[in-house]
């Protein structure tokens, strides 16, 4: 199979850990037989200084002619006085609505030896696996009006929470469709006793839950939500989120699993997917060598998984993950105070080795069969 894939590296950490990204990917390749293209293109902060605007078009047309994107991380504190318009997440924002990427997949999975990186107590974080599901195209980022009136002093700022009964009902019917390949539990997230958005969200994922009787639903505002997330994450199935609330709840689902850089996502929807890592730029490490790329890796078998329907590659980048944590291999962001760290080369390599000797030792199984 040809994988077509524009690479997108971005600001911050975001080179570092796409590089090692790129270099699983280029494993999987060789090891499966699969031919491999990458382009590589400019997006965000990077994008702004060379181009004068974070999304480029020439970068928009190689991620509409792929047939994957693989992203590293936008922005920046140096990009902060831009206009609204000039600032690189304004540039992602863009890229996932010509993408028509609606519904964000995030897993937060508590890996077995990973419990005491947790903040929370061994015991309540063991087993965690979830899902989040999160609207990507509407609510408080993309609702219009949005503006900032007035004098200084008297300044009156503007944002809109904007949903479409149609934007809601397609998101709910992703998230109980996977739901009945994993635990057959939903729960909606919403603020339905404020909120009019929220209240039309509830309406309709009651609505259609009918037409999935074999996955269990329940509702909780996300207040609850966020609460019940740090004092009994493994309850969790897939959580079902507009699109600010599965932001936020996704970020700390990162935290109770032990590091946001973990954690890696898929924007699907249209013809053409977006995956990238939770974590930000994080310009305080960029250059450093120090950040975790397994939410960048993670990514890629999400990429795999969804957008060439390569199950088996997915599951080995999976086990390489997880076979390179059991053999207490830990990046900054993992290790204890007093243990050793590996750099984020080190990490990538440690994974890339453990999915070439798989590979090879299937092969020689396979061969003497």
């Avoid at 494993?27 to 031919?35: L, M, R, S, V, Y």
């Avoid at 009019?196 to 309709?204: A, H």
């Avoid at 037409?211 to 309850?235: F, G, I, K, Q």
């Avoid at 076979?323 to 207490?328: G, K, Q």
Wanted: aromatic residues 4%.
């Amino acid at each position: 199979m040809l994988l077509n894939i524009a690479v997108l590296p971005g600001d911050g950490v975001g080179p570092e850990v796409t590089d090692q990204a790129v270099g699983v990917l280029q494993t999987i390749a060789a090891a499966f037989g699969h031919e491999i293209k990458l382009t590589r293109h400019d997006v965000g902060g990077i994008a702004v200084q060379k181009c004068g605007i974070p999304l480029p078009e020439d970068t928009l047309r190689a991620c509409l002619s792929s047939d994957a994107v693989l992203l590293g991380a936008v922005g920046g504190p140096g990009f902060d006085s831009l206009s609204r318009q000039l600032r690189p997440e304004a540039g992602l924002l863009r890229l996932r609505r010509e993408l028509g990427a609606f519904a964000n997949l995030r897993p937060a999975a508590c890996l077995p030896g990973l419990e005491e990186c947790s903040p929370l107590r061994q015991d309540v974080v063991a087993g965690t696996d979830i899902l989040i599901v999160r609207e990507l195209l509407g609510g408080l980022y993309f609702g219009e009006p949005r503006k900032t009136e007035g004098s200084p002093g008297q300044r009156v700022a503007t944002d809109t929470m904007h949903y479409r009964e149609p934007e809601v009902e397609r998101i709910v019917r992703v998230a109980f469709e996977l739901a009945r390949n994993r635990r057959r539990k939903v729960t909606s997230v919403d603020k339905a006793n404020v909120l009019e958005c929220s209240r039309l969200w509830r309406e309709v994922v009651t609505h259609l839950a009918g037409e999935y009787s074999d996955v269990h639903l329940e509702h909780m505002y996300v207040d609850s939500a966020a609460m019940a997330m740090v004092s009994r994450p493994a309850d969790f199935d897939v959580v079902l989120a507009e699109n600010m609330f599965g932001d936020i709840l996704s970020d700390e689902a990162a935290a109770v699993v032990g590091s946001i850089g973990m954690l890696p996502s898929a924007s699907l929807g249209g013809r053409i997917a977006l995956y990238e890592p939770v974590h930000g730029s994080a310009p305080d490490i960029a250059g450093k060598g120090i950040a975790n790329p397994i939410g960048a890796i993670l990514s890629v078998a999400m990429m795999l998984r969804h957008s060439f329907h390569l199950e088996h590659e997915a599951e080995q980048v999976e086990t390489a993950v997880a076979s390179a944590l059991s053999s207490a291999h830990r990046t900054r962001d993992l290790a204890r105070a007093g243990r050793p760290a590996i750099s984020t080369s080190e990490m990538g390599a440690r994974i890339t080795t453990e999915i070439r000797e798989r590979a090879s030792v299937a092969e020689h199984l396979a061969a003497h069969r």
